[in-house]
């Protein structure tokens, strides 16, 4: 199965096979997007993104149609609600006559689905089942399945980015302890913010926050292109905890913009520990093309008081014939998270 990612500022896709020895990575690629096709995790020119899903095809020959998509954006609302306890089959029948008053939108205008975190019995007697209720918005799925249609493509399942961020960083962190642990993909628009516990999500947050953000501060500090300002960006990078920011006219924009996201994957988590019952976070795990970013795991630490560490999706898949050096392989590990998640869904 291929996991097809449709990010703001590219599409990439991986494409896994499972046997005996456990997953292989057999094709990754990704191609840019035109600046505005996707806008905040959404695609607003379907011919634009269908073009360039084409494009990726073509280049990483890729060799099924057959795709999973993810979807992240400010039109997916993710809430844990407790409901009453019914087979899974007629609960996911009952969910628009019991959740309209946890989401934003009308049920009519929403795709439902949930993941069944605990059973529990009230004192009362009654079965009731705590759950993560996601809804998205089905205009916004419409248009990015329209996408891949286009592309000539057959979308096999839509799945919440979260939880293919959560599958492939389960799959490469081995045991488990009874803290939580944070996932944090930082995509150019999207950041998605995943607590889980032994595998379990117990919390998740769509930041519409990324890299992106302070490419777009450099450019419009110094008046230069985006693909300048990335580079200035990459290359100065945010202070770290000696507190030395780097000399350059855009260092301002960085410090800024950086500072501000810093604070919210920081406010994020404090708004899970202080939910009732939460376990305490024994460290941070980035991933996502944002986390290149020099000096942002070492803000993330400083801010949060935890361990933070880049992730290694590849660290438990066998390497296929992919066509990519070990040091392009090395380079693209941050944004296979997702596409890779998304294809462990199935694929498994």
Avoid at 109 to 133: N, P, S
Wanted: proline content about 4%; glycine content about 10%; charged content about 20%.
């Amino acid at each position: 199965m291929v996991g097809l990612d449709i990010g703001t500022s590219g599409v990439r896709a991986a494409e896994i096979s499972h046997g005996k020895g456990g997953a292989t990575l057999q094709r990754f690629g990704q191609v840019a997007l035109p600046i505005g096709a996707v806008r905040d995790g959404e695609v607003v020119d379907v011919d634009a993104v269908a073009a360039a899903i084409q494009q990726l095809w073509t280049q990483a020959k890729f060799s099924t149609k057959k795709v999973v998509v993810g979807v992240a954006n400010q039109k997916v609302v993710v809430r844990q609600v407790d409901l009453d306890w019914m087979p899974a089959a007629e609960l996911k029948k009952s969910l628009p006559f019991q959740v309209q008053d946890y989401i934003p939108m009308p049920v009519e205008q929403a795709i439902l689905d949930f993941h069944a975190l605990e059973e529990y019995t009230t004192d009362a007697g009654a079965r009731r089942l705590r759950v993560l209720l996601v809804a998205a918005s089905r205009d916004m799925v419409g248009s990015a399945l329209d996408a891949v249609t286009k592309a000539g493509l057959q979308p096999t399942l839509v799945d919440l980015t979260s939880f293919a961020v959560l599958r492939s960083q389960v799959a490469s962190s081995g045991e488990y302890t009874v803290e939580a642990e944070a996932l944090v993909d930082i995509g150019a628009a999207v950041t998605n913010i995943v607590v889980h516990q032994g595998g379990v999500p117990r919390f998740v947050r769509i930041l519409l926050m990324g890299g992106g953000d302070i490419t777009d501060a450099v450019a419009e500090r110094l008046g230069v292109p985006l693909e300048q300002a990335e580079s200035v960006k990459q290359t100065n990078g945010l202070a770290t905890a000696d507190g030395q920011a780097a000399q350059h006219p855009a260092s301002r924009a960085i410090e800024s913009t950086g500072a501000a996201f810093v604070d919210e994957v920081r406010g994020s988590l404090d708004f899970y520990l202080a939910q009732p019952g939460s376990a305490r976070i024994g460290r941070v795990v980035v991933s996502g093309g944002g986390s290149r970013l020099t000096g942002l795991v070492e803000r993330l630490a400083l801010a949060t008081r935890l361990p933070v560490e880049l992730a290694r999706p590849l660290s438990v898949l066998k390497i296929g014939k992919t066509g990519l050096t070990d040091e392009q392989l090395t380079y693209v590990e941050p944004m296979v998270t997702v596409p890779v998640g998304l294809a462990l869904g199935v694929a498994s």
